[in-house]
DNA sequence: TACGATTGAGAAAACGGTTTCCGAAAACGT
DNA sequence: ACGTTTTCGGAAACCGTTTTCTCAATCGTA
């Protein structure tokens, strides 16, 4: 392995004045910057990020922190798309990154989740799926010891930045358009919502409840547990005489369109999130695409951003209504 | 932070004996253990991850490395069971697992993949989704520098161990199955195949030709690239008077499937995969499920065994014949 | 009892960078 | 021309472990 030493005795200068070349430090002549770098060049040289990460506890390190379990085909392609735009962002800025996963604190306390992290030199986390019954994930973001960015969650401080579209609008747009696009305003509608301990589900019931205040039509809302099989069942006992079925995932939109066929109803749906498998579903189905890819490399551009001492915000990504055809997903 | 000399001065050994301890080295006695593992305990010490790998070359970090691009539904599910098996087997082996991605290599060169995995002290790769044409990962691996897994490549030496279902037999069984189980003997099989720079494409065809000997069946092999929409094509002009249809992925069985019902006719299909997608995709559809979490896994766990310094070998693991219901992926 | 063999524990040198501090030389102002 | 500041480069301490060596104490055996 070719070290900073190496380089230094070929380039004639001290290990220091190395260092301060790579992490672009001032006080260095142009002369000497094209010395090392030269050195650099010839003997392939690439810094050592483990000792690197030692000596400066400054290594940019970022974890991204998930609930792996109940993994759906549909949240295994969106996280998918957030690890490789924050690992996309993370190699455009250098620095490493490091997945880790929920599973491996499941039980652990804040401390040890901390300790855990510390001992990885690790200063900054991504979390993505986190909802109000994860405690200790909670905490460790609210204690600000870690560069947090968390994505769908309202959290903003000193060092906490979140980020997502804004899912009350989103919800309100997808639904004006397919009630607009369909029967008319004074439908009566169905919505069947997520989760009831996650922040999205209730922005999205709000949005949905808003809008038929706004536009006058009726609105019954029931919790389908982002299940696709509960929202089956609801759509069965209670879809024949509403209007529109809006959901608060695609999964269960899927869900709902298979009851709706099976009854032989035809029942305009649209559902929340883009993924994939909408293509296979069925058709006279919208819904609210997310850019997940993006949101993972802004997230990670975002850590960058706290780490470099700037303070937490929130950020607004866009979103796009569309319709998702068999067409679009054939590869 | 709390290091690993604040335990020491609290045991009221040296810092060396309390590395012995947290190594399990011998030449301790029971009895310094017993005061050192207090320490720890106390102190709620855990050893920074970073200072070890630096200072022992040893240090456990393992890299997976794939080829994001060309991304459909089946391969992001497929990864992410990978991912999250090796990460699983990675805690339970309480070493570090940094999942890198191939996209930051493309375009590199052998010597500079190198150095990239060297500056992170990465001792040991597993690699998925490698194909023929994959040059320069193909030699990072015969260069034998890291221990390597590969999974579904037939490449096997002192530091590489590959791993992977038996893809011919699985091919057998799954034809034989469809055959037996509807028509007879000597019916005409359609096989769309895989991708031809690929190892597991070789072996499935060669699985279908050699149960069209044993049976004496008409079969008829066309390249359908892995994709979906060419594997409709394919099937929407020579499906028709064929009695089986069988598919070297799951993605191709179910636009195979999708060809058939547009013409309204009926043969069975069979892919291979088990991909949760295959439960939305109709009737009459059976395949090969293979359990990726299990092996990444493996993968993990031979990764560990490679650095302990024990040969490369081939491991295949076990795999099912299953018809997946939308009932089976309903969640 | 004495002597080599064994065991247990500590001191210190790595590992490959970063960063602080210091001094020499160059630039500047008067 | 002299004192003062600024610029540039180097020496050395440090980050938190591991690992090698050394040494004292204990043990077994003749």
New interface residues.
Partial sequence: ?VTIRDVAKRAGVAVSTVSKVINNYPSVSEDTIARVNEAIEEL?F??????A??SSKQ?GRVAVLTD?D????AS??I???Y??GA??AG?EARL?I????F??FAGMNV??IE??L????IRSIIVCGLDRDMKALTELIEREKFKSVVVDMPMESENTSNIGVDHAQAQKDILRKTITENTGPSDSVLYISGRTNSFVTEERIRGAMELSEELGFELTVMNGAF???TA?EITFKYGRDKDIIACGSD?MA??AM?ALTDMNVFHPVCGFDG???MG??GKNMTTVRQDFGFIGEEALRECMRLMGGEKGRSIRVPYDLVQVR?ED???
Same sequence: chains 1, 2.
């Fill in positions: 392995m392939h690439i810094p050592n990020s483990v000792a990460s030692l290594s792996p109940g993994q759906t085909l295994s392609e996280m998918m798309q690890i490789m690992v996309k190699n490493d490091v997945p880790l996963f599973s491996m401390e040890e300790h855990r510390e001992a990885q030199n299940s696709e099989k089956r999964l899927i869900g298979k993924i994939t498998l296979y579903a068999y997903v054939l590869n």
